[in-house]
């Protein structure tokens, strides 16, 4: 079984930063499509950033220019870099791996608050 497990999420000011980590259990961790949801209080969950095993990205419009989803095949991690934070992006992020299966992490808190 394929195990996700996120880290680095937390307490930030508005126009902080904060990077989140997923650590993939697998050794086939370079085929995977990886992305990055979240999940604010009352709504439902959204797609916010992408990356194929390529390396090709993708990112909702609410998110471009101030996040960026990267990928170290090596330590079999995907991260997504937060920037310019703004209240908004609080939530709960959820890391999904998926190659012919799909596999979520339990999720990590970022809060965004002065």
Known sequence: ??????????????????RLSC????????????RWHRQAPGKQRELVASITRSGDTNYADSVKGRFTISRD?????VYLQMNSLKPEDTAVY????AYFSS??????QVTVSS
């Open 94 to 97: 959820y890391c999904n791996a």
């Open 73 to 77: 095949n090596a330590k079999r991690t």
């Open 23 to 34: 650590a993939v259990s697998t050794s086939i961790f370079s085929s995977y499509t990886l």
């Open 1 to 18: 079984q394929v195990q996700v497990v996120e880290s680095g999420g937390g307490l930030a000011q508005p126009g902080g930063s904060l």
């Open 103 to 108: 596999f979520w992490g339990q999720g990590t």
